[in-house]
């Protein structure tokens, strides 16, 4: 029973470069979120998809950050170009639909140098 | 804007006593409380939620308290264990929103 997939698992960018973060949710499930975790800020959210649509891209991380979601069954988001603020982990996560469990996937940890 | 609200920031407590880790919200047409934990160099995972309509939730040593008027609720562990050690994050959400709206999380410390 696969839950939510992240890969990669850790990611090293030099500043300016372009990173692709890739994410394939629970099968079935029609929510879609991507989160950024870090000790100061703590879970920001970035991006949520319903269905495929999106539903809100995160205020403060549209200049930089695109998630899409080409299919059901996978989601990118690229961070463009990277700073070293950026270095965080990154949380994708899925749930069915609204008010019912949200699973999150291992994460990506980025560290922009 | 912090919509959810945790306090205290973190928390030591001896086994076998009771944590008591409390939320506030802003948004009086949020819904849906989840409590997530999260181990260290893990992912957060749902351990209990509440809505509204219930002014309590209980599963096994774990209970939540929500005071709908005053827009707080709180999570109490009893009989505290070493294993509870983690970092507990109250969030809520919107009906039929699944997007989380977390709080800054609380770190929990469970002294043996």
């Known amino acids: 029973d696969a839950g939510v997939t992240q890969t990669p698992r850790h990611e090293v960018a030099e500043k300016g470069q372009t990173i692709i973060l890739k994410c394939e949710p629970v099968?079935?499930?029609?929510?879609l979120f991507w989160y950024r975790q870090t000790k100061i800020q703590g879970l920001e959210l970035l991006s949520y998809?319903?269905?495929?649509?999106?539903?809100?891209d995160g205020g403060a991380f549209k200049d930089r950050f695109k998630a899409e979601m080409l299919n059901s069954s996978f989601s990118t988001l690229k961070i463009q170009p990277t700073e070293p603020k950026d270095s965080a982990v990154y949380l994708c996560?899925?749930?069915?639909?609204?008010?019912?469990?949200?699973?999150f996937g291992k994460g990506t940890r980025l560290t922009v140098v | 804007q912090q919509q959810v609200r945790q306090s205290p920031q973190s928390l030591t407590v001896w086994e076998g006593e009771t944590a008591i880790l409390n939320c506030s919200y802003e948004?009086?047409?949020?819904?849906?409380f989840p409590w997530y934990w999260q181990f260290p160099r893990e992912s957060p995972a749902l351990l209990i939620a509440?809505?509204?309509?219930?002014n309590k939730k209980e599963d096994g040593r774990f209970t939540i308290f929500f005071n709908k008027r005053e827009k707080k609720l709180s999570l109490h562990i009893t009989d505290s264990q070493p294993g509870d050690s983690a970092t507990y994050f109250c969030?809520?959400?919107?009906?039929?929103?699944?997007?989380?709206?977390f709080g800054q999380g609380t770190k929990l410390s469970i002294k043996p």
């Open positions: 996560a899925s749930s069915f639909q609204g008010n019912t469990e949200v699973f």
């Open positions: 099968s079935g499930h029609n929510d």
């Open positions: 998809f319903r269905s495929k649509s999106l539903m809100e």
């Open positions: 948004d009086s047409t949020f819904d849906y």
């Open positions: 509440i809505r509204p309509v219930s």
């Open positions: 969030a809520a959400s919107l009906y039929n929103q699944g997007k989380l709206i």
